[in-house]
């Protein structure tokens, strides 16, 4: 199985900052792609920002300028360096990864997604 686990939520007050960091374990080929999505309550999970291979990056509008993500392949980390951070940014943030696997029958690819952490951010 892969597992995907996520830290560096918490409570912030509006104008500061967070790093959240996600680390991805488990029996897996390569990692083609790793992102953040978030989900606000009453909101569907949207991407907030994601890293292919190349090293190219996407942002949501809303955060580009503010976010950074970056990718360690060597650790098999990705981490989202949130600075600025406004109470409309507040929501559960989730690691995401696409993973590559040897299966039964041939190679095969999957999404994965860590449970989420908690990012509130006060007036």
């Known amino acids: 199985q892969v597992q995907l686990v996520e830290s560096g939520g918490g409570l912030v007050q509006a104008g500061g900052s967070l790093r959240l960091s996600c680390v991805v374990s488990?029996?897996?080929?390569?990692?083609?792609?790793m992102g953040w999505y978030r989900r606000a309550p009453g909101k569907q999970r949207e991407l907030v920002a994601i890293?292919?291979?190349?090293?190219?990056?996407h942002y949501e509008d809303d955060v580009r300028g503010r976010f950074s993500i970056t990718r360690d392949d060597g650790r098999n980390t990705v981490s989202l360096q949130m600075n600025n951070l406004k109470p409309e940014d507040s929501a559960v943030y989730y690691c995401?990864?696409?993973?590559?696997?040897?299966?039964?029958?041939?190679?095969?690819?999957?999404?994965?997604w860590g449970p989420g952490t908690q990012v509130t951010v006060s007036s």
């Open positions: 995401n990864a696409d993973v590559t696997i040897q299966g039964t029958y041939g190679k095969t690819t999957f999404t994965s």
């Open positions: 488990g029996s897996f080929i390569s990692i083609n792609s």
């Open positions: 890293t292919v291979t190349g090293g190219n990056t």
